[in-house]
């Protein structure tokens, strides 16, 4: 078949036999379906902002737990919204600007959860460098992070799984 007779069968709309084809177009798409929206996926956990806090309640084999945070500063809000775990690594390399640091400094963090929302935006909750246990559940400190004490960053870690929902409101 010759590039102008399958270019004036597309532009007619006539279909096409391929010597890969032989039987024609396949049956049709089925309609679309009408049953609506797909079901939304409970969240497992819950990040309360204003009140600092990581809450997961509890389900199937995972313990019920709130632990304190700390987060985004005012001028450096963390994002909000239904985030998925789309990433779990025991230690990762993130912009120090995540947690504070300059943006001429990477750190080593551990027990890092990658959060994805729909609109394309990342936030991470981790282990936050901080000596003073005063500073999660009291102050906001990171550039958008979800910083928790050393214990219960690994708690997290260890009872979230990839494509489970966390909301951040």
Do not use: C, N
């Not at 532009?11 to 379906?33: C, E, I, R, W």
């Amino acid at each position: 078949m010759t590039t102008v007779v399958a270019g004036l069968a597309l532009l007619f709309g006539v279909p096409l036999l391929t010597p890969q084809d032989p039987a024609g177009p396949g049956p049709a798409a089925p309609p679309p379906s009408s049953a609506g929206p797909a079901p939304t996926v409970a969240p497992v956990a819950t990040v309360d902002l204003a009140a600092r806090q990581l809450t997961m309640p509890r389900s199937g084999d995972r313990e019920a737990r709130t632990v304190p945070i700390t987060s985004g500063r005012k001028e450096t809000p963390t994002a909000t919204g239904r985030m998925t775990v789309t990433a779990l690594s025991a230690t990762r390399v993130i912009e120090g600007k995540l947690i504070g640091l300059t943006d001429q400094y990477d750190y080593r963090a551990s027990w890092v959860v990658e959060l994805s929302g729909p609109a394309g935006q990342t936030t991470y909750a981790l282990a936050f460098p901080s000596q003073s246990k005063e500073l999660f559940g009291r102050l906001d400190a990171t550039d958008g992070a979800l910083g928790l004490p050393e214990a219960d960053a690994k708690w997290l870690f260890q009872h979230l799984r990839l494509g489970d929902v966390v909301e951040i409101r």
